[in-house]
């Protein structure tokens, strides 16, 4: 199962998507910071709740930009065709964990590239 059909992620998920440990990912549970749900000695996080934690991670991290996932709901394109606009070049993005961060400043500049003025269009 890909990280697109998880409805849960544990610990190690998150820490892996903001790029940071497991021990600050517990601490902020264990603070009320982060839900989650307790299942015997594991944890597990709902996607929505991982989201949010990892793009406001990112900002108090001082890496202003998109996931994929928020690229998404802003244009409708397919993950794979962001990831294909990554890889070869076409868009940039920082790696955090495993996942990609587009820069803000980034994605206006690729948005402004193909945007089709009506003087251009001429």
Same mark, same amino acid.
């Given at each position: 199962m890909n990280d697109a059909e998880k409805e849960f992620?544990? !610990?190690?998920? $998150?820490a892996?998507?903001?790029?940071?440990?497991?021990?600050? $990912?517990?601490r902020d549970i264990d603070k009320g910071?982060?839900?989650a749900y307790?299942?015997? %000695?594991?944890?597990?996080i709902a996607r929505?709740? &991982?989201?949010?934690? $990892?793009?406001?991670? !990112?900002r108090k991290w001082g890496m202003e930009g998109y996931?994929?996932?928020e690229i998404l709901d802003r244009i409708p394109?397919?993950?794979?065709f962001i990831m294909d606009l990554i890889k070869s070049g076409k868009l940039g993005a920082v790696k955090v964990g495993r996942q990609y961060v587009i820069p803000k400043g980034e994605f206006e500049r690729f &948005?402004?590239?193909? %945007? &089709?003025?009506? !003087?251009?269009?001429h």
């Open positions: 992620f544990t !610990l190690k998920d $998150v892996e998507r903001c790029g940071t440990s497991y021990g600050i $990912v517990k910071i982060l839900p307790r299942v015997g %000695r594991k944890y597990f929505e709740e &991982m989201e949010e934690y $990892v793009s406001e991670a !990112l996931t994929i996932r394109l397919s993950y794979a &948005m402004a590239d193909k %945007r &089709m003025d009506s !003087l251009r269009a």
